[in-house]
């Protein structure tokens, strides 16, 4: 971890906009979707055929409250969506054209990567025009796949374990002319699929999942190679090409599959995955097999950090040369063999949907560990320790900041340790720990402009950090960022032409010890604090966290039973006037309630019965009693989340 903090460097010009900009990285992660305006907001950039339309985030998030919809949001933007499949299938055209390619591109979104309704319908709908199709990996998913796709050419990959149900299901899908494969995943389901098959008539068409031996670097990619939990082994390939040559059915598998890990960061192993899995697919032609598709997976990833580097959270290629990697790969390993170029398969699922979505929420309070104003001096009978602490306090500077954290903490424990035994007062403690405080703040100030600072002080402006009480929960709409330790962007949405001048960390609404975030990415690594601004009396200061598209919305939990967060959906037009295509609100405290089973409608019963009796005992008048029950009821009916003026 890099230890120094991502702090505003000391600066002697006024503070830009554009100092925001390489501060928060923006230009690094954004992918060109966003830009600081010189009046310091944060814009969402769409291109239209001959202009760009930029739009201030702060702007949309005004529309939403004139709707009526209060922070937290989760902000949806179709036009990222839609750039971001124009620009996976225009590279992959790209490396086609350029390399002469024998065959076509066509990639499936996998609906577990975010199954809302309204993504699925907006990828089936834009991805049309390149044949787009989805990859589904239960019944559920294939269910989605059959009624919102509509193009016969865009291609439905069905992936997991599949039961009588779910082949059936696919077997009228490609009756009816639609291009549904079933990916084996073990050999235990051809029985399946070959009896079903024969029932009712219907050929499928298959693809077999090998297991890769390519290991990937990477967070998610620990059980990548021989030790994943996915895929066939050679030995069960083997045998269910010899048992589709019994059945006289060789000539349904059609697709090889192979599925490296989500989020490689490292162009290396895609290429090495693509070797191997052109072995495979030359294999089984050589065993008769007529193929014809190549699906190569997801795991394209995204560069949370924007450091372009091969670490977990960020990737060293981009997406033409991830494209160019594969097209060309495939071409040297099968052109010598004379194989046909089969068709390209990807399954991006994060690549296309992270950049579309973005949590924005606004802050309730601030805690800093700034001590309070030190008096001019010491009263004249403080204790010899109290007065050896207020020395050190007067002599911290560049040259002894080491040795002045060392007297402080010494003196201020032995106040403590005195004020254990009896020996030194409330207020003497309170002195003493409030001058160390102003101690540790100088220490810190010095750490941050020193270039090498002691380990054991490393941790020291984390520790005097701010913490800033967001108005979300981490659990519900960041999961990841708790469960896996993701890292994604987080920045203000204005403000930014001025100098953010505090170090924090932030933490959510749960007050739970994980709900918070304190890993920040920069382009040097990860930081544990962030640079914010001060927070103005009576002017809310807003937060985004970006590039959550993928695998956040489905995954979140009910922690402190925070619920769905509010999701607005928005489309920009060309003349730069944006429309509200979805709104969706949020849970109700009544729906997380029901979620685990409290039937609010007892619940109001219950509370009805306590405030009548307490009427009866003469402790609330009837008037009370109506003005409770009317809160109650409009308690349960509002957001989970903080809500502000609501009374
Ligand atoms: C999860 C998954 C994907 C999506 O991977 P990304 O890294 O999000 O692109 C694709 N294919 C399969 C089989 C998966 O399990």
Redesign the pocket.
């Known amino acids: 971890m890099r230890t120094k903090p991502l702090a505003a460097p000391p600066h002697e010009a006024p503070w830009s906009a554009q100092d925001s900009a390489d501060l928060y990285g923006v230009n690094d992660w954004g992918c060109d979707f966003f830009k600081v305006s010189d009046n310091g907001e944060l814009e969402v950039q769409v291109d239209f055929k001959d202009h760009t339309v930029s739009v201030p985030l702060i702007q949309i998030i005004e529309g939403m409250q004139e709707r009526g919809l209060e922070m937290p949001a989760i902000l949806r933007i179709e036009n990222l969506l839609d750039a971001r499949i124009s620009a996976l299938n225009e590279a992959f055209a790209r490396a086609i054209q350029s390399y002469q390619y024998g065959n076509v591109y066509r990639g499936v979104f ?1 609906i ?2 975010n199954q809302q309704c309204h993504v699925v319908e907006e990828i089936a709908d834009f991805g049309s025009r390149y044949h787009h199709g989805l ?1 589904a ?1 239960s019944k559920a998913e294939l269910i989605i796949a059959l009624s919102k796709l509509h193009d016969n050419e865009s291609m439905i990959v069905c ?1 997991g374990y599949k039961d009588a149900e779910f082949i059936e299901l696919g077997l009228y899908a490609k009756e009816m002319g639609i291009n549904c494969i079933f990916v084996l995943e073990s050999l235990k389901e051809l029985p399946i699929i070959l009896e079903r098959s024969e029932a009712l008539g219907i050929e499928p068409l298959l693809g077999v ?1 090998i297991r890769s031996s390519v290991t990937v670097d990477g967070h ?1 990619n620990e059980d990548s190679g021989d030790r994943s939990i ?1 895929g066939m082994s050679t030995h069960s390939l083997v045998r269910v090409v010899e048992e589709l040559k019994q059945a006289n059915m060789l000539h349904c598998l059609q697709l090889l ?1 192979c ?1 490296l ?4 960061p490292n162009i290396r192993n895609i290429r090495m995955g693509v070797m191997e899995a052109c072995r495979f697919y030359s294999g089984l032609i050589e065993q008769g097999a007529p193929m014809g598709y190549l699906d190569l ?5 995204v560069d949370y950090e924007g450091a372009s580097s091969n670490h977990t959270h960020s990737m060293n290629y981009q997406l033409d040369e991830y494209c160019n990697n594969i097209v060309e790969t495939i071409q040297e390993c099968l052109d010598p063999e004379n194989i046909p170029h089969p068709v390209i398969v ?7 949907v992270a950049y579309s979505s973005m949590l924005l929420f606004n802050t309730l309070d601030v805690r800093t560990y700034e001590p309070a104003p030190l008096p001019e001096s010491l009263a004249d009978d403080a204790s010899s320790t109290l007065q050896s602490l207020w020395q050190v306090n007067q002599d911290v500077g560049a040259e002894n900041y080491q040795e002045c954290y060392n007297d402080a903490l010494f003196y201020r424990d032995e106040i403590q340790s005195l004020f254990r035994r009896g020996q030194a007062s409330l207020s003497e403690r309170a002195i003493a720990e409030n001058i160390a405080l102003s101690i540790f703040q100088k220490v810190a100030k010095e750490i941050r402009s020193s270039e090498r600072v002691p380990e054991e002080m490393q941790h020291l402006p984390q520790m005097l950090a701010d913490i800033y009480y967001g108005n979300f929960s981490v659990f519900q709409s960041l999961p990841d960022t708790w469960a896996i330790d993701q890292v994604f962007p987080v920045m203000p949405i204005h403000r930014l032409d001025e100098k953010p001048t505090r170090d924090a960390m932030l933490a959510d609404l749960t007050c739970d010890c994980d709900g918070k975030i304190d890993v920040f990415a920069t382009a040097e690594g990860t930081s544990s604090t962030l640079a914010l601004h001060s927070l103005k009396e009576e002017e809310e200061y807003y937060l985004g966290v970006f590039l959550v598209g ?2 956040q919305e489905t995954l979140g939990d009910l922690h402190n039973l925070f619920g769905d967060t509010h999701v607005v959906s928005v489309a920009i037009r060309e003349d730069g006037r944006f429309d509200f295509v979805r709104e969706i609100h949020g849970d109700s405290i009544a729906d997380v309630l029901s979620y685990v089973e409290y039937d609010p409608r007892i619940m109001s019963e219950e509370l009805r019965q306590r405030a009548e009796k307490a009427v009866r005992q003469g402790r609330i008048t009837p008037a009370r009693r109506k003005q409770m029950l009317k809160a109650f009821k409009a308690s349960l009916d509002g957001y989970t989340y903080f809500e502000r003026g609501t009374l």
């Open positions: 996998p577990k990567v990859e990996g992936n999942r998610w996915f599959h599925h890990g989500s989020q490689i997976g997801g795991g394209l990833a990807t399954e991006s699922g994060r690549a296309t993928a695998y």
